[in-house]
């Protein structure tokens, strides 16, 4: 099983995500959170084929189940949550290492303004 952990940001929810493969082409998705929106991915994240003909994971964002899902399901255009599933289905299926990913807001130094 592989599990990660989001922290969402100026929404306040956090969410843990667990992906466990179900056998050689699929994966089941738990995510566990305060937020109903994001909770509420779960039915439809509960047995997803990722690789095999048919899959319906790595595919470009507006074909992917886990996209789809967050569409029909999350207001917030950017939530990290949808992405932090994709990653984790990664590590559990042994397509990508573990490897945090961080989004960090910097200022620009005055004397670099136009």
């Known amino acids: 099983m592989t599990r990660v952990e989001v922290f969402a940001g100026v929404c306040g929810h956090s969410a843990v995500i667990e992906v466990s493969k179900v056998d050689d082409t699929r994966v089941q998705v738990v995510i566990r959170s305060e937020c109903d929106q994001i909770t509420d991915m779960n039915p439809d994240l509960q047995n997803l084929q990722w690789k095999g003909k048919g899959h319906e994971v790595f595919k470009r964002m507006t074909e992917s189940a886990v996209y789809k899902s967050a569409a029909t399901h999350i207001r917030h255009t950017a939530c990290p949550v949808p992405s932090a599933i994709i990653k984790a289905i990664e590590v559990e ?9 961080t989004i960090t807001f910097t200022s620009t130094p005055a004397e670099d303004n136009p």
Not at 93 to 101: E, Y
Request: charged residues 20%.
């Open 93 to 101: 299926t042994g397509v990508a290492v573990p490897k945090d990913v």
